[in-house]
């Protein structure tokens, strides 16, 4: 029996090659390029034959211990996109054709242009997920993970025996053996050498600006190529986690600037223009992506490794569970809003409350609530919003609280600006992902004087909160960009700044506790994250019945607008929701009714 020809996380350039040389032999080259059979082969090894567990993840491991050209993975936001870029995909070498395909730098011989095919690729700059909960980077980091090893003579990739008889190959494919094992990475040959210190400066000009959100300063950000037009299912701010090859070329840890004489003006010229210059692989690895796959809030769990699901009960999702699940949930938000019941309630639809439909200029779902403590808390003002913070964290898998001090507003923009100088879309705190949690802590605003910057932020938070958009600067125009974002207001009076869809006075009956049970973490955070994500529809006839209610409603308060109907059914259909139930019934609508009543009268004494 012959062994394998390639391995595909291990050496997965040897791989594309095996496929490659395998394609081209049974015709002419496309032009355009084409896949030979790589998605299908990596798709079955990670993913059918549990591959994925031996591909380490870049932020999990030191990025200096992983050898260039090995697989690797990737999970961040999609921050800047680029334009595409042309690159030699394929090269005639003598009567041969060789592919550079997921590589940086093609070592081409002098040959006509008829001997050579140029492909595209779109890179996108990637950083760590903007506010991701240290939970989900645990569960992202199997405990199995191994690091990968170039393969060496005493580990030769032909002497690797093969699981099922059917992947035999006949003997065109192993004469192909010896070329791809000379494809196998330097055994020396690694990352070793970058220099990793991620110490951002506050200048946006500087080229090599890392532009990390939320100053994170421990994680590294990413320069992903993704080929063969995968990109088209891809929008800034998605988060996606990214397979593919781990490359380290010394041509581009240097930027443009210091290059010297030994480039010429033709190549320097392309090198002011390319991205990868400008973003040296010293400080940023290159990663060029063979699989990728979103992780938007509702997919999340289903993509974390199956030693971390095996935790989650099998019956998480039942009709009962999730009336238990609910009841225990609320019960623990009672007890760190200090007893507060109707507190508790409208946290949790808060929570799970999301744009699931717009009407412009309208984001039908979204539900921002402002918390007001107008009374000193025994455990003080910080500790209580550190507790509500943490709870929120452990919960979610993406959430960032946001102290509004008045140098925070004063000092910078929170939301992302284009600096057509590098050509790079500078980052700010308001570029989240949909899905993240947004906690403003209003009671660190002290009196005083805002100035043009602090009045544009403020204008920005107001914008998220009322519309779900975000105002991103292209200097020569501004475009409001879509977000999916929950906003929380912490404050000690109502926020005039923040206008809420709920304002709701705080009754706390004893102290605040800051005990969070881990027995039901899991559980509770897999039941956010399917009532989030659930349908749900109102029938004809409840819906006539409503309308008549709103009618009566009305009547009888003329102060009443569109914008209570409005809360009223986002409120009743996040109810539903949080008991398992797709539709609404008259049963939710009036609890619904009942909860604004107490509401209403808790506001009139506040």
Same mark, same amino acid.
């Given at each position: 029996?012959?062994?394998? +020809?390639?391995?595909? $996380?291990?050496?997965?350039?040897?791989?594309?090659?095996?496929?490659?040389?395998?394609?081209?032999?049974?015709?002419?080259?496309?032009?355009?390029?084409?896949?030979?059979? $790589?998605?299908?082969?990596?798709?079955?090894?990670?993913?059918?034959?549990?591959?994925?567990?031996?591909?380490?993840?870049?932020?999990?491991?030191?990025?200096?211990?992983?050898?260039?050209?090995?697989?690797?993975?990737?999970?961040?936001?999609?921050?800047?996109?680029?334009?595409?870029?042309?690159?030699?995909?394929?090269?005639?070498?003598?009567?041969?054709?060789?592919?550079?395909?997921?590589?940086?730098?093609?070592?081409?011989?002098?040959?006509?242009?008829?001997?050579?095919?140029?492909?595209?690729?779109?890179?996108?700059?990637?950083?760590? @997920?903007?506010?991701?909960?240290?939970?989900?980077?645990?569960?992202?980091?199997?405990?199995?993970?191994?690091?990968?090893?170039?393969?060496?003579?005493?580990?030769?990739?032909?002497?690797?025996?093969?699981?099922? !008889? *059917?992947?035999?190959?006949?003997?065109?494919?192993?004469?192909?053996?010896?070329? $791809?094992? *000379?494809?196998?990475?330097?055994?020396?040959?690694?990352?070793?050498?970058?220099?990793?210190?991620?110490?951002?400066?506050?200048?946006?000009?500087?080229?090599?600006?890392?532009?990390?959100?939320?100053?994170?300063?421990?994680?590294?950000?990413?320069?992903?190529?993704?080929?063969?037009?995968?990109?088209?299912?891809?929008?800034?701010?998605?988060?996606?986690?990214?397979?593919?090859?781990?490359?380290?070329?010394?041509?581009?840890? @240097?930027?443009?600037?210091?290059?010297?004489?030994? @480039?010429?003006?033709?190549?320097?010229?392309?090198?002011? *223009?390319?991205? #990868?210059?400008?973003?040296?692989?010293?400080?940023?690895?290159?990663?060029?992506?063979?699989?990728?796959?979103?992780?938007?809030?509702?997919?999340?769990?289903?993509?974390?490794?199956?030693?971390? =699901?095996?935790?989650?009960?099998?019956?998480?999702? #039942?009709?009962?569970?999730?009336?238990?699940?609910?009841?225990?949930?609320?019960?623990?938000?009672?007890?760190?809003?200090?007893?507060?019941? %109707?507190? +508790?309630?409208?946290?949790?639809?808060?929570?799970?409350?999301?744009?699931?439909? &717009?009407?412009? !200029?309208?984001?039908?779902?979204?539900? #921002?609530?402002?918390?007001?403590?107008?009374?000193?808390?025994?455990?003080?003002? /910080?500790?209580?919003?550190?507790?509500?913070?943490?709870?929120?964290?452990?919960?979610? !898998?993406?959430?960032?609280?946001?102290? =509004?001090? =008045?140098?925070?507003?004063?000092?910078?923009?929170?939301?992302?600006?284009?600096?057509?100088?590098?050509?790079?879309?500078?980052?700010?705190?308001?570029?989240?992902?949909?899905?993240?949690?947004?906690?403003?802590?209003?009671?660190?605003?002290? #009196?005083?004087?805002?100035?043009?910057?602090?009045?544009?932020? @403020?204008?920005?938070?107001?914008?998220?909160?009322?519309?779900?958009? $975000?105002?991103?600067?292209?200097?020569?125009?501004?475009?409001?960009?879509?977000?999916?974002?929950?906003?929380?207001?912490?404050? +000690?009076?109502?926020?005039?700044?923040? !206008?809420?869809?709920?304002?709701?006075?705080?009754?706390?009956? &004893?102290?605040?506790?800051?005990?969070?049970?881990?027995?039901?973490?899991?559980?509770?955070?897999?039941? %956010?994250?399917? +009532?989030?994500?659930?349908?749900? /529809?109102?029938?004809? /006839?409840?819906?006539?019945?409503?309308?008549?209610?709103?009618?009566?409603?009305?009547?009888?308060?003329?102060?009443?607008?569109?914008?209570?109907?409005?809360?009223?059914?986002?409120?009743?259909?996040?109810?539903?929701?949080?008991?398992?139930?797709?539709?609404?019934?008259?049963? &939710?609508?009036?609890?619904?009714?009942?909860?604004?009543?107490?509401?209403?009268?808790?506001?009139?004494?506040?």
């Amino acid at each position: 029996m012959v062994g394998k +020809a390639y391995d595909c $996380v291990l050496n997965p350039l040897g791989a594309v090659r095996f496929l490659f040389d395998k394609e081209v032999g049974s015709g002419p080259i496309d032009a355009h390029g084409r896949d030979w059979g $790589v998605h299908g082969l990596f798709t079955r090894t990670l993913f059918e034959d549990g591959g994925l567990s031996q591909v380490p993840e870049i932020n999990s491991v030191p990025l200096h211990s992983i050898p260039a050209n090995s697989l690797v993975r990737f999970r961040g936001m999609v921050q800047d996109m680029f334009n595409s870029e042309y690159y030699i995909g394929a090269y005639k070498d003598g009567d041969a054709w060789r592919t550079t395909k997921y590589s940086d730098v093609a070592a081409v011989p002098s040959c006509s242009e008829s001997s050579m095919k140029i492909w595209e690729r779109r890179p996108l700059y990637c950083v760590p @997920v903007p506010g991701e909960n240290l939970w989900v980077k645990d569960a992202f980091t199997p405990l199995d993970a191994q690091l990968p090893h170039s393969p060496t003579c005493s580990d030769p990739i032909t002497n690797r025996k093969r699981s099922r !008889p *059917e992947e035999e190959m006949d003997a065109e494919d192993t004469e192909m053996i010896t070329d $791809v094992t *000379e494809t196998a990475p330097d055994n020396k040959r690694s990352c070793e050498g970058a220099d990793l210190n991620l110490e951002t400066k506050n200048c946006h000009d500087d080229p090599c600006n890392l532009n990390m959100p939320l100053g994170e300063k421990k994680l590294l950000p990413c320069l992903v190529k993704v080929y063969d037009g995968l990109d088209a299912d891809l929008k800034l701010n998605d988060v996606v986690e990214f397979i593919g090859v781990l490359t380290f070329d010394p041509e581009l840890t @240097v930027h443009p600037g210091t290059v010297g004489e030994s @480039v010429d003006c033709i190549h320097g010229s392309f090198l002011d *223009e390319d991205i #990868s210059a400008q973003l040296p692989a010293s400080r940023v690895p290159r990663l060029h992506s063979i699989l990728h796959r979103k992780l938007s809030s509702d997919q999340l769990f289903q993509a974390m490794p199956m030693n971390t =699901l095996g935790q989650l009960y099998p019956d998480a999702l #039942s009709r009962s569970s999730f009336e238990e699940l609910r009841s225990s949930l609320v019960a623990r938000f009672t007890e760190v809003l200090g007893g507060d019941g %109707l507190a +508790a309630e409208y946290l949790l639809l808060h929570l799970l409350s999301r744009v699931h439909a &717009r009407v412009e !200029p309208m984001a039908v779902g979204k539900l #921002s609530l402002n918390i007001v403590e107008p009374r000193p808390m025994k455990d003080g003002s /910080t500790s209580f919003i550190q507790m509500v913070s943490h709870t929120i964290s452990t919960l979610l !898998p993406r959430s960032h609280l946001m102290s =509004l001090s =008045l140098e925070f507003l004063n000092e910078k923009l929170i939301a992302p600006k284009k600096n057509y100088s590098s050509n790079r879309l500078m980052t700010g705190d308001l570029q989240l992902a949909d899905g993240t949690h947004l906690m403003l802590d209003e009671t660190v605003l002290r #009196s005083g004087q805002l100035n043009d910057i602090g009045l544009q932020n @403020v204008h920005f938070l107001k914008n998220m909160m009322e519309w779900q958009k $975000v105002e991103y600067d292209f200097e020569f125009y501004k475009m409001e960009m879509s977000t999916d974002v929950a906003v929380l207001v912490l404050s +000690a009076a109502r926020s005039r700044l923040f !206008p809420s869809d709920v304002v709701l006075p705080l009754r706390p009956t &004893r102290g605040f506790s800051s005990d969070f049970p881990v027995e039901n973490l899991w559980r509770w955070r897999i039941y %956010l994250a399917a +009532a989030r994500a659930g349908d749900h /529809t109102i029938d004809p /006839t409840i819906q006539k019945v409503l309308e008549e209610e709103l009618v009566s409603a009305r009547q009888e308060d003329r102060s009443l607008g569109p914008e209570v109907f409005h809360r009223w059914l986002t409120l009743a259909r996040l109810l539903s929701l949080s008991y398992g139930e797709s539709t609404l019934s008259l049963e &939710r609508w009036n609890m619904v009714r009942e909860m604004e009543r107490r509401l209403t009268e808790r506001l009139r004494v506040c």
